[in-house]
């Protein structure tokens, strides 16, 4: 029978570190800069696209991109595309809740020169 002197902690620790180096949890230096070369053109393009004379699609531009911007973030800097499965239906629902409210506030906003007059008045 043989006895182990390692503590409970460390050996966790060792186990840890062992599961990390192989399954592509840190990412490169060069990731990190490509994808930061492309949030860059990406504020870029919203900057310009802010100036396009595009009517009502300059916000429907202007969020699409910035909807990019966010999942690039989400995804490469905060690690979100090595979670598990919990996190990324918590990610799900938290995007289809916002795009309910997206949808919701557009209704409005797009409707608002649809009544012009109330009757009576």
Do not use: C
Not at 5 to 27: D, I, M
């Amino acid at each position: 029978m043989t006895t182990h002197t390692t503590s409970a902690p460390a050996e966790h620790a060792q186990v840890h570190a062992h599961a990390h180096e192989g399954n592509g949890h840190h990412s490169h230096r060069s990731l990190y800069l490509k994808i930061f070369g492309v949030l860059m053109v990406l504020l870029v393009l919203t900057m310009v696209a802010a100036f396009l004379p595009l009517g009502q699609l300059n916000v429907v531009v202007a969020l699409a991109i910035a909807m990019i911007k966010a999942a690039l973030i989400l995804m490469f800097f905060m690690h979100f595309r090595d979670s598990d499965h919990l996190t990324w239906l918590v990610g799900a629902a938290t995007v289809a809740w916002f795009l309910i409210l997206i949808a919701l506030t557009f209704q409005d906003y797009l409707s608002r020169d649809m009544i012009t007059s109330i009757p009576g008045k």
